[in-house]
Structure formats: structure tokens, C-alpha cells
């Protein structure tokens, strides 16, 4: 734990600051992994129920890659397990993500989260990219996050923060 | 063809966007494959071309997901053209035998999905049937069954599914309909032409054989000579998806066939199938 503790904040440099008064919490892209998903109609189904999720902007849906990747508007309640559920209630099986959270982190005893406003993740893993990289008090800010999103998620659900800058 | 008017109502009065038959073979068994809350429907056409006659029929499938294992499926005749006395058997196996209206509904017990783009399955399918003509094959009959099981496995360059099943019904007035015992193979590929990404057009090609076994009716405590016999059919089919659309199409020849009585044999059957997934 010691290690996670020690690798959070410099690894929260690998976020984005975003200004306090333009930022709306929330998942913000999910970039999905999904088997079992052979055929364009399959795709098609995907794609049609997941557009109908709310605060989603746009979904594309790659067969040969196996991934849905779905853009969500900015405070978006939309939550992962819900994209999940419908990837579940289209016969398929929602695998590891990767997912850009937009939030407020916050110590909570030995632990670090991101606050979207409408979910809590635990974060989790470290940034060996970044290690060197100052940060004076990111509790502060409001983040924007690249996070390795396991295929299960326990509650409370903890997510792995990703070596990749957000916003790519 | 005077129900051909219907089928092209029906067909043109679908919203604008519809899966074929599960995930397309022509003839054989495959598993369900609806989404949870999800409706298909398939218009097909089937010729049936013998010693004695042609015949064309019309059938309508509707499907719709109650969840994502769970499938319920109506099939319903739209006409037919040729020869009114035509013999018993199932036009495909997931759309019913001809002349009834057959409800059906089909679990999905197993389901693995190993890779991307790779899913092993397995489901079940438990039919009722009602004929719509007073009699099939100048036999009077009575309600009808549908048990079947599939396995299969799908991925984004090979398929294949094995499955059999039972037809069979109630007797009516002293007459039977004899049972008809099935079995289907059906190996698929995509070639890599057609491996191209969603949402490009999508096609497979088929390699379908399909056994039928059907007993011979019963009159009252007698057996009408004229009626039973097997069938091996072999041939190809190709699906071509885009969007939610399907289309396909297949050809199925006996390479063996040994039928009681007086029966004519069986040339070739082609089936055409319109699918809209919605």
C-alpha cells in the first residue's frame, strides 16, 4: 500500500489541470475492449444502445479491434458500469477499458481518489514516466485522468492510473 | 403467388434499418444471437424444385430478445406458388415448417467468449406449431413440436455450428404427421477480402449439409406408404451484412436421398432470406 501511497501524487502529474470554472466532472471517454463480438449487425447493436445512454456524444465501434470507444459530453452521470451492462445485455463481454475521468482528487486516509461528482474511483499503480515530476498539491484541482479500468470492478472501484498523458 | 403482394407490403413497411436467421446459414441450425430488448425480421423464400413439380413458399420470422440468452421467434407462412401438395419438412431450421405458423423459443444455456471477435455457444430451441391448411401432405394435423439443440463457435474468419432436432405432432382425428429428425453441419469463413472493419460491409460464405429422417404418416393404425424417407443435402450459402441488413442466399442439393412409396425425389432447394435488424 506504502507503494501506491508513495506513487499517487506523482503520478497525478501525468493529468491535466483543468480550469475550476470550465470543468463539469465525470467519465469524460471510455475506450472499451470487448469479446465476442463477430458480426456488423452485432456492431450495429452496440453502437444504437449505447448512443442512447445519456450524455453520449459519439460511439465508434471496431470489429477487427474488438473495442467500443463512446465519447461522453462534459458532467456526463454516465458511468462505466452502465456502459458495460449494455455491452452485457448485447451478448458480449465487456473486458479491461481505458478511460479519461474528469474530477476532483481527494485524499480519503491512505488512500487517493477521483471525485467525478457522480462516482469515486480508487486510484491505484504508479507512473514510472513521470516519477520525477513535482506536484505541489493536486487535491486542489480538478483532473482530467487516463485510467487502466480492470475488467471487474469491486466497490469501491478502483481504476489504475495509465502511464499515457490525458487527453492523449 | 397470391400472397406475393403481402410479402412485398411486409417487406417494404420495415423501419429502415434488420439479422439472418441467427448468424446465417441458409438451412442448418445456429444459435440465437438477438441483444436483449431486440427485434429481427427475416423474409424468406424457398424453392423447392423436384421430380414431379416446383414449388415456391413464402415464410415471415419475427425475433425478439427478451434478454440476451433468451429469444422468442414467430414464423408464419406469406404464400406459396407450384404445387399445393407440398411434402412436410422445415423450410431451414429456424424457420418452421412449411403451411404453419410456428412460435418458438430459443435459450442460449452456454456462452464463452475467449478472444475478441471469438465466442463458443451453445442454445436450445423448444417450438409449437398449428398448420394453417386443413391438411399437410393430405394429412390432417394436429399441433406440432419443434425440439432442437445447436453448439457452435464464431469468430471474425471461421464458424461452424452442429445441431439437431425433432419435429413432430399430435394426432388429429386418428391421423398422424410423421416425425421428421434432423440434423445439420455448417462450416462458414470470410474470406480476407471481407474482413474489412465495421462499418464496411460484412460477408461470409457457407458450406451447409443438412439430414433429414422423416417417418411415415399414420392413418389411423396404418402407415401411408407414400410418405417418409432421408434425405443428405449439401451446398453452399452466402451471407452479406451491412449495416442492419442482411441478405442471404443458398442452394442445397441431395447428394443421397432414399424416400418410401412412390415419392418423387427432390432436385435442389434455394432459399433467399431478407433480413432487417432493428
Redesign the interface.
Request: hydrophobic share 30%; aromatic share 8%.
Given at each position: 500500500m506504502m507503494h501506491v501511497i508513495r506513487s499517487i501524487p506523482v503520478a497525478l502529474a501525468v493529468g491535466t489541470a483543468i480550469a475550476a470554472s470550465a470543468w463539469a466532472g465525470g467519465l469524460q471517454e471510455l475506450d472499451q475492449?470487448?469479446?465476442?463480438?463477430?458480426?456488423?449487425?452485432?456492431?450495429?447493436?452496440?453502437e444504437q444502445?449505447l448512443r442512447k445512454l445519456p450524455g453520449v456524444r459519439s460511439v465508434r465501434?471496431?470489429?477487427?479491434?474488438?473495442k467500443a470507444v463512446v465519447a461522453l459530453s462534459p458532467g456526463s452521470r454516465t458511468t462505466i458500469g452502465q456502459i458495460r451492462e449494455v455491452i452485457?445485455?448485447?451478448?458480449?463481454?465487456p473486458r479491461e477499458a481505458r478511460a479519461v475521468l474528469v474530477g476532483r482528487v481527494v485524499q480519503e486516509g491512505d488512500r487517493w481518489l477521483i471525485d467525478t461528482g457522480s462516482q469515486r474511483f480508487v486510484l491505484e499503480g504508479d507512473s514510472s514516466a513521470m516519477r520525477d515530476r513535482p506536484l505541489a498539491d493536486a487535491t486542489s484541482l480538478e483532473m482530467s485522468l487516463t485510467v487502466r479500468v480492470p475488467e471487474k470492478l469491486r466497490t469501491p472501484p478502483a481504476v489504475q492510473l495509465s502511464a499515457d498523458p490525458a487527453g492523449r | 403467388m397470391k400472397y406475393l403482394p403481402a410479402m412485398v407490403l411486409v417487406t417494404t413497411l420495415l423501419p429502415l434499418?434488420a439479422?439472418a436467421e441467427g448468424?446465417g446459414p441458409a438451412f442448418g441450425l445456429a444459435t440465437p444471437?438477438?441483444?436483449?430488448?431486440?427485434w429481427s425480421i427475416d423474409t424468406a423464400a424457398m424453392r423447392l424444385a423436384g421430380e414431379a413439380s416446383d414449388s415456391m413458399r413464402f415464410r415471415q420470422l419475427l425475433g425478439y430478445g427478451l434478454?440476451?440468452?433468451l429469444q422468442l421467434n414467430l414464423a408464419f407462412p406469406l404464400g406459396r406458388s407450384g404445387d399445393t401438395d407440398l411434402p412436410v419438412l422445415r423450410g431451414g431450421s429456424m424457420m418452421g415448417a412449411a403451411e404453419t405458423v410456428e412460435a418458438s423459443l430459443l435459450w442460449?444455456f452456454h456462452?464463452?467468449?475467449?478472444?475478441?471477435?471469438?465466442?463458443r455457444e451453445s442454445a436450445l430451441f423448444l417450438g409449437v406449431s398449428e398448420a394453417t391448411d386443413d391438411a399437410l401432405a393430405g394429412v390432417e394435423a394436429g399441433t406440432g413440436f419443434n425440439l432442437a439443440a445447436v453448439t457452435g463457435y464464431?469468430?471474425?474468419t471461421t464458424y461452424w455450428w452442429l445441431g439437431g432436432g425433432v419435429q413432430g405432432s399430435a394426432s388429429r382425428d386418428g391421423t398422424r404427421l410423421g416425425n421428421i429428425y434432423y440434423a445439420s453441419a455448417v462450416f462458414g469463413w470470410r474470406p480476407p477480402i471481407f474482413?474489412?472493419?465495421?462499418?464496411k460491409?460484412?460477408w461470409r460464405v457457407f458450406i451447409e449439409s443438412l439430414y433429414e429422417r422423416a417417418e411415415r404418416h399414420r392413418v389411423g393404425s396404418e402407415s401411408m406408404p407414400d410418405s417418409g424417407g432421408d434425405k443428405l443435402l449439401v451446398g453452399p450459402s452466402v451471407l452479406g451484412?451491412?449495416?442492419?441488413w442482411?441478405v442471404e442466399g443458398g442452394v442445397a442439393w441431395p447428394v443421397s436421398q432414399s424416400l418410401n412409396g412412390n415419392q418423387p425425389d427432390e432436385h435442389y432447394r434455394a432459399k433467399l432470406v431478407l433480413t432487417y435488424?432493428f
Open positions: 475492449t470487448i469479446f465476442g463480438m463477430d458480426c456488423a449487425p452485432c456492431a450495429a447493436g452496440v444502445s465501434v471496431s470489429l477487427n479491434e474488438g452485457r445485455h448485447n451478448g458480449f463481454t | 434499418a439479422r448468424h444471437t438477438l441483444a436483449r430488448g431486440q434478454t440476451e440468452d442460449r456462452r464463452t467468449a475467449p478472444a475478441i471477435g471469438m465466442r464464431a469468430s471474425r474482413r474489412q472493419d465495421y462499418p460491409p460484412d451484412l451491412y449495416g442492419r442482411g435488424w
